[in-house]
């Protein structure tokens, strides 16, 4: 068990070797009724929310590690950071809303923020080399085609360590 109740026992995810590696991650109110706390685990990635409408599939691992085969979900890798998108605010089984969700994989990486085309930043909340950008405006950004929105991972100086495309990499 993670710190913070996130329970791995239901989780799709390969089985614990060392539980003391599982550290604790960000967490935040998504709506006024949905929280998420994620946790990480090398290239694991783990994310449970709880309230009214959380999904039937928490908690969720995403496994950020390099992967043959099939495209999987979306996901995004960098040097510095790696993202993917979680799905939230479930109604009737299904949801459109999204926050953004990764792995800070630089010590030095102090914020990230998601860059748009014609509207404001979106800082990420980090913790425990995890981080989240959720926002009601997020549902829109697309995953193929011209790049609009970027990730940019900043040091404590300010300076830019990254600047990731926010698309599906082939």
Same mark, same amino acid.
């Given at each position: 068990?993670?710190?913070?109740?996130?329970?791995?026992?239901?989780?799709?995810?390969?089985?614990?070797?060392?539980? %003391? !590696?599982?550290?604790?991650?960000?967490?935040?109110?998504?709506?006024?009724? %949905?929280?998420?706390?994620?946790? #990480?685990?090398?290239?694991?990635?783990?994310?449970?929310?709880?309230?009214?409408? &959380?999904?039937? %599939?928490?908690?969720?691992?995403?496994? /950020?590690?390099?992967?043959?085969?099939?495209? #999987?979900? /979306? &996901?995004? /890798?960098?040097?510095?950071?790696?993202?993917?998108?979680?799905?939230?605010? /479930? &109604?009737?089984?299904?949801?459109?809303?999204?926050?953004?969700?990764?792995?800070?994989?630089? *010590?030095?990486?102090?914020?990230?923020?998601? #860059?748009?085309?014609?509207?404001?930043?979106? *800082? *990420?909340?980090?913790?425990?080399?995890?981080?989240?950008?959720?926002?009601?405006?997020?549902?829109?950004?697309? %995953? #193929?085609?011209?790049?609009? &929105?970027?990730?940019?991972?900043?040091?404590?100086?300010?300076?830019?360590?990254?600047?990731?495309?926010? !698309?599906? !990499?082939?």
């Amino acid at each position: 068990m993670l710190q913070d109740g996130i329970g791995l026992a239901a989780a799709d995810a390969p089985p614990i070797v060392d539980p %003391e !590696q599982w550290r604790p991650g960000a967490h935040v109110d998504l709506t006024p009724h %949905e929280r998420v706390r994620l946790g #990480r685990y090398g290239k694991l990635l783990v994310w449970h929310t709880t309230g009214d409408r &959380a999904s039937v %599939e928490d908690p969720f691992v995403f496994d /950020f590690t390099p992967q043959e085969g099939p495209v #999987r979900d /979306f &996901a995004v /890798f960098g040097k510095n950071i790696a993202a993917t998108r979680m799905y939230y605010d /479930f &109604a009737d089984g299904a949801s459109g809303t999204i926050a953004v969700v990764g792995l800070v994989e630089d *010590a030095h990486i102090a914020s990230v923020v998601l #860059r748009r085309d014609g509207m404001p930043d979106l *800082a *990420a909340r980090i913790t425990g080399g995890t981080f989240l950008i959720a926002g009601p405006d997020l549902t829109d950004l697309p %995953e #193929r085609g011209p790049v609009t &929105a970027v990730l940019v991972a900043r040091d404590h100086f300010g300076n830019v360590r990254e600047e990731l495309p926010y !698309q599906q !990499q082939d």
